[in-house]
């Protein structure tokens, strides 16, 4: 699990309260961790595989694939499974090893390579569920500018900049400070070992304070987006607002379910540390509740992996595709039938706005001709393999040869 304690167990000179919850039946507790991890991994890389089955189009035509929010769920997808897999290496060695947990004491402190697999393996699954933190508030900032701007550049550089820049440089930090003057003699006290955690614990705050809030304001620019395209509130544009309020409701309720237990432990560590005693009989349930929810961690902090991809794609199934040749191509999945009202009452087609200077360049030449345009806001139903609002630049059926060459070019540099 992705739980700093496990960083502060590889210090010899730990402290009581890592001691009381690392070595509290470590058997139990490996098993636990590694199963979840192994289960977790397993069914996050089913649901990211290419299926077989196609998906639904949006309407008539094929709408290329959005270049950043689905991006950016893939990213997520991977840096849990990479977290994971550093859980099961270091779960398995554990279990097989357990001599080598034995080593990482104040009398075996001669033998360095214990001690490097703990650091090691901890910094490896912390630096990826960081990034994942991070990745998730991007893409909570990510649909919100999409939708309030209906305009934008690529960002996705800058989102890599930030998120991996963020995620190694608060890990090393962190992980430097943690274990000052050497790993075999780290420096003991609260003081030295709050920086620590606040690096560790900031960026899934941020996620747990910051995402609700953008995609409270995402949804409300929905809704007024929709209101305001026809003049009316349909059932159909209700039922679109709720789709949206849906998946981004079970994205938060994924992360509160698999990290909010993280929080409550650490909090009754971190007293039990200030207490002098801590095998107190009057501090019984706040050690008893310390060891619940630890094992708790040890057991949703993986599944976030896999309950990550429910929450972003739905369940897609086992129909894998294990043919060489891939399409590149994704087609898409609609819950609004008002791109089909469109297409049966006033025949129109749909270019996806995708990050890119050249889509902007089209949407201006397109108003630049006079034709009249509108929004229409969509979002991937259940069975798609993404999630991310997509905004469509409608124009009229005699443009259609026009938009249609700009949406050949985009899916070829999309291919490129």
Known sequence: MASPRMETFCCPNRDAATEFVVTFQPVLFGALSLGSAALSLLFAILQILPKRKGYRRLGQYPLPRPASSSRILFIISICDILGCTGVIVRSSVWLGLPNI????????????????????????????????????????????????????????????????????????????????????????????????????????????????????????????????????????????????????????????????????????????????????????????????????????????????????????????DFSLQQRRELVWDSVSTSAANMTSHNPVVGTTLLYQSHVQESQKNMMGNGQHHSDAISVLSEGSESSTVEIHISSELQDYEDVDADGESLENSVRH
């Open 101 to 320: 947990v034995d080593h990482i004491s104040v009398v075996n402190n001669t033998d360095v390579w214990p001690e490097v697999f703990c650091v090691g393996s901890a910094m490896w699954i912390q630096l990826f569920f960081s990034a994942s933190f991070w990745w998730t508030f991007c893409y909570a900032v990510d649909v919100f500018l999409v939708v309030k701007t209906s305009a934008g550049i690529s960002t996705i550089i800058l989102y890599h900049m930030i998120t991996w820049g963020l995620a190694v440089l608060l890990c090393v930090e962190g992980v430097a400070m943690l274990y000052y003057p050497s790993i075999s003699d780290c420096e003991q006290g609260l003081q030295h070992a709050i920086p620590h955690y606040v690096t560790t614990y900031a960026p899934m705050l941020l996620v747990l304070i910051a995402n609700p809030v953008f995609f409270n304001r995402t949804v409300s620019t929905v809704t007024s987006l929709l209101k305001g395209r026809q003049g009316i509130y349909t059932e159909n544009e209700r039922r679109l607002a709720n789709e949206i309020k849906i998946r981004f409701f079970k994205i938060m309720l994924v992360f509160f379910i698999c990290w909010v237990p993280n929080i409550i432990n650490e909090s009754l560590l971190f007293y039990l540390e200030m207490q002098i005693d801590i095998s107190d009989n009057s501090l019984r349930n706040i050690r008893n509740t310390a060891l619940i929810t630890w094992f708790i961690m040890g057991i949703l902090n993986p599944m976030q992996a896999f309950l990550n991809t429910l929450a972003f794609h739905g369940w897609t199934g086992f129909d894998i």
